[in-house]
């Protein structure tokens, strides 16, 4: 069952990822991560909800990697390694506005395992030297760009522009995709603004709430620097559905548990 899963997957182009037990008795033991589903079993319900954690965060980067736990899924004991192999193309994240921003925000996101392309429509601004962790630097009209961009539920849009002349057009065809993040620099102001232009032009209060803006979480960021790791934090805040506030002042479980176990 689950190489015929593993299988379909990978036919259908859908991001999954194998876990194979190392050690111990039950080494050999698999499962088979998806987003929502989890069939296979690798020993202790404890170590399959570890195991599909770091395997959606493998997914979530499009990474293959060695992790070790306790029997039961503990981050210390005896050890039990876990070969996790991703089946999943690099996210992509699309920086728009060629800005000293986006050279720091490049530099996060390429930490966070993402594709980096950064699209200006200004060829004296759009290049590699001025940007140089980013994998794509690409001179283009920000919507011209997107509307042929592959995007799905993985990809990061992040726009710098904060001109209105870049930020409308291009903000109808994001909201038009299935991005997991998309957010915009400027004030509140300027968003107010920015979403009355594009109540204006038809644009659904339903998507005008997918619109991160002021972009990132409120940590006080002044520099590029700070304020790429701001944005960096929102969005995996807002992939693994947490508020982004202090741990030592919540109740939620440190790490998130999504998963849907199946022995099938």
Known sequence: MIFERLAAALRAETPVALVTRIDGAQSGAKLLVFEDEVLGDLGTPGLNVAAAGEARALLAVGET???????????????VRLFIAAYAPKPAMYVFGAI????????????????????DARPIFATKQRIPDADDVVVAWPDEFLSQAPVDYRTALIVLTHDVKFDIPLLQVALRTDAGYIGAMGSRRTHANRIDALRSAGVSEADLGRVSAP????????????????????IVALRERRRGGR????TLPVHNDRSVVSTS
């Open 247 to 250: 741990l030592s002042d919540g």
């Open 215 to 234: 972009i990132g979480l409120d940590i006080g960021a002044r520099t590029p620097e700070e304020t790429a790791i701001s944005i960096a934090a929102e």
């Open 65 to 79: 990697a060695m992790r070790t736990f306790g029997e039961d899924g503990e981050p210390v004991g005896v050890e």
């Open 100 to 119: 000293d921003f986006s050279r720091a925000m490049a530099r996060i996101g390429k930490y966070l395992g993402y594709h980096v392309t950064v699209i």
